[in-house]
């Protein structure tokens, strides 16, 4: 509690203090938040947006390890470029690892929710922008659009699912894997009704540990048409064709939940928002290949949105 009051006191001199390079400023949120802020100095207000990563351990970059891309840093100094401040920050369980203090099964989806509350009030507080939006990526949209509920002025899906993630996995796994199908579907009935998957396939591992499924279950609990429905502010839903995790139907059907919503489908962007022109192995390659940019078009985008 400490940390946190000392904190709250520091940041007005941290945040007004504008950025003059790509490097930015390093702020700590919360005992559970560290993260980046680029603020430009063209603006005296400028809007804020607020980056949410996707799943997994992935830090304030959009990287994690054996897996560089860098897509969520350079989203946010092209958005800086564009006269816009941004935020991005470490999921938590980046911290939990350095510190070695991740417990599997005591991580709930709820508390990357928390997190993200806890963001958006912590620069509300500081009154030194003239709005803030919520992007959120893959994982980051469900929780981003619940974070924005009656406290952000704008929310931006990228890559968000448009189903509950035991409908997403599934269908998942009919196009990659489909004689697991049926088994991935009996044991996530298993988990809803009984609170435990225990006659998972052994292929089936992965998804369905049981020291993650704790997590799970609190992830199944959110239905992000659902979610999106509620938001009264601006919606913004962008997906990209060349995206392997997350269909274009996904993002329709949030648009069907959110019918005032813009919707754009950017053909050649793939899921960690790179530009794409060949095939599957050039999409998967992408992955790890930190100096590649981002599909210029996916900033233009998300830009005209915030500064309209």
Not at 7 to 18: A, E, G, H, K, V
Not at 91 to 99: L, N, S
Not at 157 to 167: F, Y
Not at 200 to 210: E, H, K
Request: charged letters at 25%; a negative charge; proline letters at 6%.
């Amino acid at each position: 509690m400490k940390s946190w009051v000392v904190l709250f006191l520091l940041f007005p001199c941290i945040l007004l203090s504008q950025t003059t390079d790509k490097n930015g400023k390093d702020i700590s949120v919360s005992p559970m938040v560290d993260g980046t802020i680029l603020v430009p100095s063209t603006t005296e207000k400028p809007p804020l947006a607020i980056l949410i990563g996707g799943s997994g351990p992935i830090d304030r970059n959009g990287n994690q390890q054996m897996m560089k891309n860098n897509s969520l840093k350079f989203l946010a100094e092209a958005l800086y470029d564009n006269d816009i401040a941004v935020f991005r920050y470490d999921k938590r369980i980046v911290k939990q690892i350095k510190d070695r203090t991740l417990n599997e099964e005591s991580i709930h989806f709820d508390d990357f929710i928390k997190d993200a509350i806890d963001v958006i009030e912590y620069f509300k507080r500081s009154k030194a922008f003239s709005k803030i939006y919520v992007i959120g990526h893959s994982q980051g949209s469900l929780v981003g659009m619940i974070a924005a509920q009656n406290r952000a002025d704008g929310f931006i899906s990228l890559a968000g699912a448009g189903q509950e993630i035991d409908d997403v996995i599934v269908d998942q796994l009919e196009k990659q894997a489909p004689g697991l199908k049926d088994n991935a579907r009996e044991s996530f009935d298993d988990m809803r009704a009984n609170g435990v998957a225990v006659n998972y396939n052994p292929g089936l591992a992965s998804i369905f540990r049981p020291q993650i499924q704790p997590f799970l279950i609190t992830w199944m609990n959110y239905n992000p048409q659902t979610e999106i429905a509620k938001l009264t502010i601006p919606v913004l839903i962008i997906n990209g064709e060349k995206d392997l995790q997350v269909q274009v139907s996904e993002a329709e059907k949030l648009k069907e939940a959110s019918p005032n919503a813009q919707f754009e489908i950017i053909p050649s962007m793939n899921h960690i928002l790179k530009e794409i022109e060949g095939d599957g192995i050039e999409n998967s390659k992408s992955y790890n290949e930190p100096s590649r940019p981002i599909i210029p078009k996916v900033v233009e985008v998300i830009s005209t949105f915030i500064l309209q």
